[in-house]
């Protein structure tokens, strides 16, 4: 199994008034991080777009563990749990890089679809696609 590390510093912005990251700045994290995964297998998002495949999100959870901290510098591992022709989860991981802690575990779940939304079968639809997420998920 892949499991991409995507590098980041907690900016100012991205806290509350406790000096502690709000919630809702974990998602972006999840998107970067999944991203970046996407980029390894040597297409970008924007690739499948252009290829007429989307990736809406069906669900997202995150369990917070420990909260960050302004200038925390974080590690985001994301990796493919589950995969097939028509969905993929994701698994995020946030640790702490000055202890390795996991302070934050997270997952989305995907469906793909074609430009009008519809559900699709990436397996038959787009070979090629399917080939690298499941390339780089071995």
């Not at 709000?22 to 499948?48: C, L, N, V």
């Not at 302070?103 to 559900?119: C, E, L, M, Q, R």
Request: aromatic letters at 12%; hydrophobic letters at 35%.
């Amino acid at each position: 199994m892949y499991i991409h590390e995507t590098k980041l510093k907690v900016r100012y912005v991205e806290t509350d008034q406790m000096g502690i990251v709000h919630h809702s700045k974990y998602y972006p994290w999840f998107e970067i991080a999944r991203g970046e995964f996407i980029t390894e297998t040597g297409m970008s998002y924007r690739d499948m777009e252009e290829a007429g495949i989307m990736m809406p999100v069906l669900e997202s959870s995150c369990k917070y563990i420990q909260g960050a901290k302004y200038e925390d510098n974080l590690i985001i591992q994301a990796w493919i749990s589950e995969m097939n022709p028509v969905k993929v989860i994701f698994n995020y991981n946030v640790v702490r890089e000055k202890d390795d802690k996991i302070i934050a575990k997270g997952s989305t779940k995907h469906t793909f679809v074609n430009d009008d939304f519809k559900i699709v079968n990436i397996k038959k639809m787009k070979p090629e696609i399917w080939s690298k997420l499941q390339n780089i998920n071995q």
